[in-house]
C-alpha cells in the first residue's frame, strides 16, 4: 500500500515544524518500509503571496483527492490588514468546509515527564490519553433563527432579544457517533456521550441517536452517556475514567479546551478533523498542530516540532490504520522527554539550555531507531 498526504506547511513555525514530520517520515519509509506519497502545496499566507489567495482551487482539490492532509499552521502580522475574504485563515476555513470535516478530535495526552506542567495535580494526570470528538459543523454556532432584535425604544426597556438555536438532525448526530465508535475501536474501545438530555430536546435526540447507532452497528464497544455538566466535573476529578468522550459543538468547544490544559504546553497539542469515508473506507481527514504560526519565535529554532509530529501519528493510527507505527512515535515522543529534552516552551522555573527544533526532530530519529 502507498498512503497519500498532501503537506501544507503554511506559514510562521509551521515549515520549520513540519521539517521534523519530513524527518519521521522518511524514518518509517526506510526502516519500516512504509511507501508515503507525499506532495508538498501552499496555505494560508505563503499562497496569499503566490496566488493571490490562501488557497488555490488545484490545492483544494489535491486535498480532496489525497488519504490525508497534514497543515502546519496559517497566519503572521503581515496579513493582518487584508480583507477578510484574504485572511489566511480563510484558507484553512475553505479546507474545512470543502471536505466536511464535521468530527474534531482533540487528544489530551500527558507525558509522565511532563506531568508537573499540568494544571492538575500530577497523580491525577500522569499518563493519561483521552480523546475528545466534538462534532463541528452543526448545533448553536450554526442553527437558524439566530440575531439579535433591534434597539429597545423608550419606554419599554429590556425587551431585545438575542436568539441562537441548538438544532440537530439524527444524521448528524449519527455520522459523529460512527466516527467515535470507530475511533474507540482502534483505542480503549470505550465511548462516554455528553449532552443534558436533563434539560434540552436536542439532548435527548443526540442521547437516542448516540445509543442507536451503538446498538445496531457497534454494541463491541462500550457506551456510556453522562450529562455535560457532570463531565465537566469528572474531567478535572478524574481524566484518566474516560477513552473517548462525544459530544457536541458547544460542549466539545468548552471541554476540549479544559482538557488541553490537563496537559501542559501548547507545542505538545495535536488535533485532526475528520470527514465521511471515502471509496476506500477512511475518513477524509485534516490533521494539524493546535498552535499557531507563533510569529515571535519564527526562523529562531525554538519552535516545539512534537505537536506537529503527534499530528502526524493521529494521521497514522486513524487514517492509514497503522497503530503499531502510531505507538511507536509516541513512545519515541515520550522516551526523548523521560531522557530530559526540552525545548525553550517547555523549560521549567528550574531552567535548563532547551534543544533546537531540529536537535528534538534528530533525537526523536534516535529514539524511534532503539526501539
Ligand atoms: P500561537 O499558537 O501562534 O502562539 C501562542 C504562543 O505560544 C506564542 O508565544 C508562541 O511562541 C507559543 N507557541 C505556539 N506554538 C509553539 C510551538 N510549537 N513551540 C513553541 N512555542 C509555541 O497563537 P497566536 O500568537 O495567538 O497567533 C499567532 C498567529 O497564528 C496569528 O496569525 C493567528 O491568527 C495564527 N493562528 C493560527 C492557527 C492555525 O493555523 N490553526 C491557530 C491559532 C492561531
Ligand atoms: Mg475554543
Redesign the pocket.
Known amino acids: 500500500t502507498t498512503y497519500s498526504l498532501l503537506i501544507l506547511p503554511?506559514d510562521?513555525?509551521g515549515p520549520e515544524?513540519m521539517a521534523e514530520v519530513r524527518k519521521v517520515i522518511g524514518w518509517f519509509e526506510n526502516n519500516r518500509g512504509l511507501s508515503f506519497d507525499v506532495s508538498e502545496d501552499l496555505v494560508g499566507g505563503a499562497a496569499y503571496d503566490k496566488h493571490g489567495k490562501p488557497l488555490a482551487d488545484e490545492t483544494m482539490a489535491k486535498a480532496q483527492a489525497v488519504d490525508a492532509v497534514l497543515l502546519g499552521?496559517?497566519?503572521?502580522p503581515k496579513y493582518d490588514e487584508l480583507d477578510f475574504s484574504l485572511k489566511?485563515?480563510r484558507g484553512?476555513l475553505r479546507l474545512r468546509k470543502e471536505m466536511d470535516l464535521f468530527a474534531n478530535l482533540r487528544p489530551a495526552q500527558c507525558f509522565d515527564a511532563l506531568a508537573d506542567f499540568s494544571s492538575l495535580k500530577r497523580e491525577v494526570v500522569a499518563g493519561l490519553d483521552i480523546l475528545i470528538v466534538r462534532e463541528l459543523t452543526s448545533g448553536v454556532y450554526f442553527g437558524e433563527p439566530r440575531g439579535i432584535s433591534a434597539d429597545d425604544t423608550p419606554g419599554n426597556e429590556g425587551g431585545r432579544v438575542g436568539v441562537n438555536t441548538q438544532r440537530y438532525t439524527s444524521g448528524e448526530i449519527r455520522r459523529v457517533a460512527r466516527s467515535a465508535f470507530e475511533l474507540a475501536r482502534k483505542r480503549g474501545n470505550r465511548v462516554c456521550s455528553m449532552e443534558k438530555a436533563n434539560v434540552m430536546e436536542s439532548g435527548i435526540l443526540w442521547r437516542e441517536e448516540v445509543q442507536w447507532v451503538h446498538d445496531n452497528e457497534y454494541p463491541d464497544v462500550a457506551l456510556s452517556h453522562m450529562y455535560a455538566d457532570n463531565g465537566a466535573m469528572q474531567l478535572v476529578r478524574n481524566p484518566r475514567q474516560f477513552d473517548v468522550i462525544l459530544t457536541d459543538n458547544l460542549f466539545g468547544d468548552v471541554l476540549s479546551d479544559a482538557a488541553a490544559m490537563l496537559t501542559g504546553s501548547?507545542?505538545m497539542l495535536p488535533s485532526a478533523s475528520l470527514g465521511a469515508p471515502m471509496a476506500n473506507g477512511r475518513p477524509k481527514a485534516l490533521y494539524?498542530?493546535v498552535?499557531?504560526?507563533?510569529?515571535?519565535?519564527t526562523g529562531q529554532g525554538?519552535?516545539?516540532?512534537i505537536?506537529c509530529i503527534l499530528s502526524f501519528a493521529m494521521c497514522l493510527r486513524y487514517s492509514f490504520d497503522l497503530g503499531v507505527e502510531a505507538d511507536m512515535l509516541e513512545k519515541a515522543v515520550e522516551q526523548v522527554l523521560a531522557d530530559g529534552l526540552r525545548?525553550?516552551?517547555l523549560m521549567g522555573p528550574e531552567g535548563g539550555t532547551p534543544v533546537s527544533t531540529s536537535e528534538m526532530g534528530d533525537r526523536i530519529l534516535a529514539a524511534l531507531s532503539a526501539q
Request: charged share 15%; net charge negative; aromatic share 0%.
Open positions: 503554511g510562521g513555525i515544524v499552521a496559517v497566519g503572521g489566511p485563515e484553512l501548547l507545542g494539524e498542530p498552535h499557531g504560526s507563533a510569529p515571535d519565535i525554538k519552535a516545539n516540532p505537536a525545548t525553550a516552551d
